[in-house]
């Protein structure tokens, strides 16, 4: 009886033990990884795509609370090619689409917090209702804000043919550049979180960095600069839980997938 007691005491520790370990393998994996945040509007309006106001406070509070730091897209991909950047508690704070809330609503909060983001424009819905104006795009640029390309026409990439590929990418960044050679647009964002491997050579031709998709998860030294994963950020109608629940969400499949477990995969192969 006594040497069963023994037995399980052994078993108990080396669970816990293991156990430990892993948390403090995926806390250091949290230390080194970007999380990418992906909003489209702060507004009142009653969708999950419209972040009200208060909770988005909220959640650069909790940011904040947590010591992160914002940083562009740029500054995350030189980090990388220096090699030196641990990317403790930084991250980035995304918007799809160009609304002009972003601007009006979005970016005097996040200044209460001292972050900064990176709108991706679709320059057809520009100075639409509701949709960012040139003054706007200013702005957000004095602002310290990074302006990015959400194709010229919002279109799903993976169905252009090459022709139309290489005008999205190159019309969207020509324009806004032409506008202000300052707003330096090498970031995109893509609609509808569709792309092929042509898109990968089509942006690399057009001189982008980096590319967003709509895949849950985390950045580290190793992602793929064209297939950044982003934590998709929807309103729920709840305040900060959920929030934190997604980012911790996000965490945990990059750290997966740091040990070679992808749990996109592993849910396409049990359906
Ligand atoms: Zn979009």
């Given amino acids: 009886m006594r040497k069963v007691c023994r037995y399980s005491l052994y078993a108990f520790l080396c669970i816990f033990l293991f156990a430990a370990l892993l948390y403090v393998d995926f806390l250091n994996f949290c230390r080194k990884s970007v999380p990418v945040l992906a909003y489209h509007r702060v507004t009142t309006n009653k969708d999950i795509y419209s972040m009200p106001p208060e909770i988005f406070e909220e959640q650069m509070k909790y940011l904040r609370m947590k010591g992160y730091k ?148 985390v950045n580290t030294m190793d992602t793929p600069s064209y297939q950044l994963y982003r934590v998709n950020i929807f309103n729920d109608g709840r305040s900060v839980g959920m929030f934190a629940k997604r980012l911790t969400w996000a965490q945990i499949m990059g750290w997966a997938r740091s040990w070679g477990i992808d749990p996109i995969e592993i849910r396409a192969l049990l359906q």
């Fill in 70 to 217: 914002s940083i562009s897209l740029n500054e995350y991909i030189a980090g990388r090619k220096e090699g030196t950047a641990a990317f403790d508690r930084n991250i980035v704070i995304t918007f799809d689409d160009g609304y002009s809330d972003n601007n009006r609503v979005a970016m005097p909060i996040m200044k209460k917090y001292g972050y900064t983001g990176t709108v991706f424009i679709a320059i057809k819905y520009m100075a639409w209702p509701g949709y960012v104006t040139w003054e706007d795009v200013v702005s957000l640029k004095k602002n310290g804000w990074e302006i990015g390309s959400h194709t010229y026409n919002h279109v799903a990439l993976a169905d252009c043919t090459n022709e139309s590929l290489e005008k999205e990418l190159k019309d969207s960044k020509t324009f806004l550049n032409n506008f202000d050679e300052s707003f330096n647009v090498n970031t995109l964002a893509y609609p509808f979180g569709s792309y092929n491997e042509e898109a990968f050579s089509a942006l690399e031709r057009n001189g982008y960095v980096a590319a967003v998709t709509g895949f849950d998860g």
